[in-house]
């Protein structure tokens, strides 16, 4: 795929779409398909600071089937996604495009008609196993979703693409399920999280979108503090760091820092120079998020803000990034 400038592809928008991104009142709606990114990419809306940041592993040749979706809405709502190929560089990665362009699709849909993000969410989850079915390809995708509105958070997965929550100090707030044996057998208390990373079985999953008998597993509402840190990442970083590292780099600092440490230790695994610590080679693909706070620069301020994050305006949705 062409490698665009500021790391995304552009999104070639029909005119419907582009006049359903007016409707909806959409600040941002941006998503990296298939793209090798040299350092995150960094926005900031009135609501919220994002980093997201794509790679793939350094011990292929073939292109990332990694991806993600990024939504921003006018009433501060917003929607981030990620999702992991599997099937072959082909197959893979149009499997997980397939997947963030349905839901990005079924989100915006509901939103135009006034429904909740979660029935939009959970169209797109749908929707997106039928359609990565119907490539007939025998490829398949993880897929892990947020919502937050009005500072509650939910989160919505399938695979062992994954999620925390992480409070300024330290504090693990919430953690996500793997749907895959090691990831059961850690729920459960059978496995440590140092044999889990250790595991011979660590890349068996149980539940994937286009496989067949998908299971859309819906987390709690968790209500996010204002210097609460959100992560979603496919298995590329939880491979190669302990969620303890993840929650000890993610819990505090500019998340321009954040993004930084997280894409340069799990690099420096999968390339085996981290010591005899754990290494798998992947492509990864994560995102961080953090509610503003007073400190942050408005929507239309298209000078850096806090956290050296660029503002955003909603003419770059039509621009399309």
Known sequence: MRRARGGFEPVAWT????????ATGV????HWLGV????ADCLATATARIAVFTRRSPAKDAGNED???VLALADGRSLVAVADGVGGYAGGARASAAALTALERAVCEAVERGAELRDGVLDGFESADREVRALGIGAGTMLCCATVENGALRLFHVGDSAALVTGQRGRL??????HSPVGYAVEAGLLDADE???HADRHLVSNAVGLGDMRIEIGPLL?????DT????SDGLWDNLRVDEVVRIARSGALVKVAGELQGRARERMLGTGGGEPAKPDDLVFVVFRGNDRRSSPIGDTRRGTDGMRGTDGRRAMEGG
Do not use: N
Not at 15 to 22: D, N, S
């Open 223 to 227: 209500r996010m503090a204002p210097r």
């Open 15 to 22: 005119v419907e779409e582009a006049q359903l991104t007016i």
């Open 196 to 198: 889990a990373i250790h």
């Open 27 to 30: 600040v941002e709606r941006r």
């Open 173 to 178: 707030k919430h953690l996500t399920v793997m």
């Open 230 to 233: 959100l992560v979603l990442a």
């Open 36 to 39: 090798d990114l040299e350092s």
């Open 67 to 69: 991806g993600a979706f």
